[in-house]
């Protein structure tokens, strides 16, 4: 017997189908070990010895794989081909090594792209050892993360209150963000006009033109830079007779854009369907591990996680074939297309991502795909079948036009537009772009020169320079490759990071920076810029790929890295909190306080004459306070700026006018907790009524009417009919609820607390009790059908922590950033396979489904004592 080690459930059930009853197929569910969460997992006095650590899932896996090597002949590791195939595929090694039972058994490495017959067949008789060199730079790439995150996330702890972590390359990634953001706000519009001028020629076509020179004079950008100018030009064209001054045309041609690699397939889906990353990736995974094609189950795509762009010369044959039967031959170019990426330190180590059978046409496998497979599957396959056809063709013409206007001054217009001769690879895509527009593409009529048009409307526009765009995903993922800054099993966890972290938001589709992420952004630029600039990071990116080529040792990059990061360290251990402080004004100055539109200074109290506001540190996070404290309260939030501050909400109140009933002041203030409502001043031994502002209102707008409102909760609906004791409803740390002799039910929305009526309120109740004293009872958003093996419903529910899916007693909850609308049957059954093979019933709506390929360094920190209690230190996570 043959034992087979690969990666996922899912992989192993396809490849047992190619290798029958002689081999056995068993997953190892990603990494089996890590580095434990709490210091001294690695030791950087003991020549960085690592210490792993195997959860109780992992030794279940473990074991089963134990006893299955004790009687087997030939132990194959058979994982992903990458890095982090490769350090899985050693992990495994090192602990059966360790429990001495591969005696007589032969051990092999073998490694494919694609999840084929032909492909894993191939691969079997091509067995070699264990990459040593990949395994160092895993080894590398491990040690500087976990040492960078346990080493500096601890000092934002200390120094800045509220900071979660910080890691390697999620901190550079973050700095982009946060550096697009300031040159947002450190922008300065520029107003310019343009004159746009509608011709017809002779036989009354119309043709779109620009002002282009003046008196023989290029126009520039802002040469008409107020609306009297513009204006003039555009009465003293109103009356021109232009002709034609010359023609130019020429043929260009368009050439196909690459295959994918990791990156540029997570760039074009963000595009066109507005895929994260993280979901991306999923669904490509599934698409490379294997869909069941009506009895055949068959990898669709080569492997996923990719910097290269060649594509093997026999399935570019197939390609070739497939487009001259599809389009023609005069779709094929005399000669097969070779790429060679642009990707600094690319290692080019696997082929781009392209179909597995270029014969396999998505229409065929459609209805074998759920919706986002079926869109990614197509997406590839065009791309691939697009960079082997031949280039589009096109014809671009310029046309210069001149005429004398109404002052006597010789008037340019000049139109561009091009004509699709052949459209070539056109025919079957065209990529996406980020931020652009195509201004020629017109389609103008045939010119000559000389000839005469007449002016049928001029227009003049305003315009006004705008700053550069946000980044999107994908924008980011295309500069952090460009940077060299990360690599392609990163870009989606890096991401995930920043978000879970909520150092970033998104704003339609764009990252946004959190003020807690500008905040960590700042101190690290000041405190540790060599280590999130962007040379730095790149520059070490590329030591751990020549590691990777076996160029450099892995221990003496740590040790260079290690000796410098400790003294600067060690250089800021005496900060002090005041300290940091000041370096933060000076560096957030411009986002916390922006210039007034009056010219007043912006760092000016408004509550008292001569106190000077400031950014502050406290238990909770950053907050805006004056110096005059404890004599002047005044405070905000680190985030309201510019206008907000006059209507700014403070610990001195923004005055609402009285309560009729007592006559009291009603003021909305801000608390540590967020903007709340208060009733009156505090008294010696008693405290002022209050009422938090919940989600949905705007503190800086709420009226007088509302905020008594939110001072009249809880809100008595009734009583209960068979109790004959109160229901109330109101606001609590979990949102809008209603309570009845202790137990409570959640509302839809914060409207329901003062709208809910005695019959809902009841039948609330009546369904809470029905729970049976769980917290709340899972809804069902999709039913699946019957397991196919096992019988019974598989069903998509809602749960306390979001969707998941259940067969039995048995829940696995959904991946972050799968949609449960869209889960498939087969899918499912694959999660629920996941979640089995890993032992225990998961609880409905639980916060894990299983262990992902490396311990994501969200969880780095979670088991550290004291404050590490409350916060994960992050060590980079290792996989998309």
């Not at 060679?340 to 080019?348: D, F, H, P, S």
């Not at 005044?634 to 501050?645: D, K, L, V």
């Not at 309560?659 to 001043?681: A, H, K, N």
Request: glycine share 10%; with cysteine.
């Amino acid at each position: 017997m043959n034992v087979v080690i690969v990666e996922s459930a899912a992989k192993a059930k396809t490849i047992n189908k190619y290798l029958g009853s002689g081999y056995r197929v068993l997953a190892s569910y990603g990494h089996v070990r890590d580095l434990p969460s709490k210091d001294g997992s690695v030791e950087p006095d003991n020549e960085f010895a690592m210490h792993w650590d195997t959860d109780a899932k992992s030794n279940k896996i473990l074991k089963e794989i134990t006893s299955a090597v004790k009687g087997a002949d030939k132990l194959i590791l058979a994982t992903d081909p990458d890095r982090e195939g490769e350090a899985i595929s050693w992990h495994i090694l090192q602990v059966l090594e360790k429990k001495r039972v591969l005696k007589g058994v032969t051990v092999e490495r073998v490694a494919f792209n694609a999840v084929t017959k032909q492909a894993i067949l191939e691969a079997l008789n091509h067995p070699r050892e264990i990459d040593g060199p990949l395994v160092s730079a895993y080894l590398a790439r491990r040690a500087l993360d976990y040492l960078v995150g346990f080493t500096l996330s601890p000092v934002l702890w200390r120094k800045l209150p509220g900071a979660r972590s910080a890691g390697r390359v999620q901190s550079v990634a973050l700095r982009l963000v946060c550096d697009r953001e300031e040159e947002i706000e450190a922008f300065r519009s520029r107003e310019y006009w343009t004159i746009e001028v509608l011709l017809k020629t002779l036989g009354n076509e119309s043709v779109a033109s620009r002002l282009h020179s003046i008196a023989g004079k290029k126009l520039g950008k802002f040469d008409l830079s107020d609306e009297a100018s513009a204006h003039a030009a555009r009465d003293a064209i109103k009356t021109a007779q232009f002709t034609v001054d010359a023609v130019e045309s020429k043929s260009v041609k368009r050439h196909p854009a690459p295959p994918f690699t990791t990156s540029t397939l997570q760039q074009e889906a963000s595009r066109k369907f507005g895929f994260s990353a993280s979901r991306t990736m999923q669904v490509a995974q599934k698409l490379y591990e294997g869909i069941d094609l009506g009895g055949e189950t068959v990898g669709l795509i080569t492997y996923m996680r990719t910097d290269g762009v060649q594509i093997v010369p026999e399935a570019i044959a197939v390609c070739r074939d497939v487009i001259g039967g599809s389009f023609g031959n005069r779709y094929v170019p005399g000669t097969p297309r070779l790429y060679k990426t642009k990707a600094k330190n690319a290692q080019e180590a696997h082929e781009a991502v392209r179909p597995t059978d270029f014969r396999r046409h998505p229409d065929d496998v459609v209805r074998r795909l759920g919706q986002d497979e079926a869109k990614l599957y197509r997406l590839v396959w065009q791309r691939a079948m697009a960079s082997q056809m031949a280039s589009a063709e096109l014809e671009r013409t310029t046309v210069d036009l001149g005429g004398s206007g109404g002052d006597s001054k010789r008037y340019g217009l000049r139109t561009v537009g091009s004509v699709i001769t052949f459209d070539g690879f056109l025919k079957l895509y065209e990529e996406g772009r980020d931020d652009a527009t195509d201004d020629e593409a017109r389609r103008l009529p045939r010119l000559s020169k000389g000839d005469g048009l007449q002016t049928e409307k001029v227009d003049a526009n305003q315009h006004f320079t705008e700053p550069p765009p946000r980044f999107s995903e994908a924008t980011l993922v295309k500069k952090m490759e460009e940077l060299g800054i990360g690599r392609p099993s990163t870009y989606a966890s890096t991401l995930a990071v920043l978000r879970d972290r909520e150092y970033v938001r998104f704003d339609k589709r764009r990252l946004v920076p959190e003020d807690k992420g500008r905040l960590v952004t700042g101190f690290l630029k000041s405190f540790f810029e060599r280590y999130v600039e962007y040379d730095f990071t790149a520059e070490l990116e590329g030591k751990l790929d020549l590691i990777s080529d076996g160029k450099l040792e892995w221990k003496d990059v740590l040790n260079e890295f290690w000796r410098h990061f400790t003294t600067a360290v060690d250089e800021i251990k005496d900060l002090r909190v005041s300290q940091v402080l000041d370096a933060l004004n000076e560096i957030l100055g411009p986002h916390v306080f922006p210039d007034k539109e009056d010219g007043s200074d912006p760092r000016k109290c408004p509550s008292c004459e001569d106190g000077r506001i400031s950014l502050k540190i406290g238990r909770f996070g950053a907050f805006i306070g004056c110096s005059n404290y404890p004599e002047c309260r005044h405070t905000r939030q680190f985030s309201e700026t510019g206008e907000a501050e006059a209507a700014t909400v403070n610990t001195e109140g923004r005055l609402l006018g009285q309560d009729p009933e007592t006559g009291l002041d009603v003021t909305v203030r801000s608390g540590r907790f967020g903007p709340y409502i208060q009733l009156g001043e505090p008294a010696e031994k008693e405290k002022p009524k209050r009422a938090s502002i919940p989600k949905g209102y705007d503190a800086a707008s709420i009226d007088l009417e509302q905020a008594l409102t939110l001072l009249s909760l809880p809100r008595t609906v009734g009583l209960h009919p068979e109790s004959g004791k109160p229901i109330v409803a109101g606001f609590g740390r979990y949102g809008p609820f209603i309570e009845h002799d202790g137990a409570y039910a959640n509302l839809d929305g914060p409207e329901e607390v003062f709208t809910v009526g005695l019959n809902r309120a009841v039948s609330l109740i009546a369904e809470r009790a029905a729970g049976k004293g769980r917290r709340q009872t899972a809804a069902v958003i999709k039913e699946l059908g019957e397991h196919p093996d096992k019988g019974g419903k598989i069903e998509v529910l809602s749960g306390r922590y979001g969707p998941y899916v259940k067969h039995g007693r048995t829940n696995a909850t959904l991946p972050k950033g799968t949609e449960p609308e869209q889960i498939t049957l087969e899918q499912a059954v694959t999660l629920i396979a996941e979640r089995e093979a890993k032992g225990g019933k998961k609880r409905a709506g639980g916060k894990s489904n299983g262990k992902s390929k490396t311990k994501s360094n969200a969880k780095s920190g979670a088991k550290e004592t004291g404050r590490a209690k409350k916060a994960k230190a992050s060590s980079e996570p290792a996989r998309g």
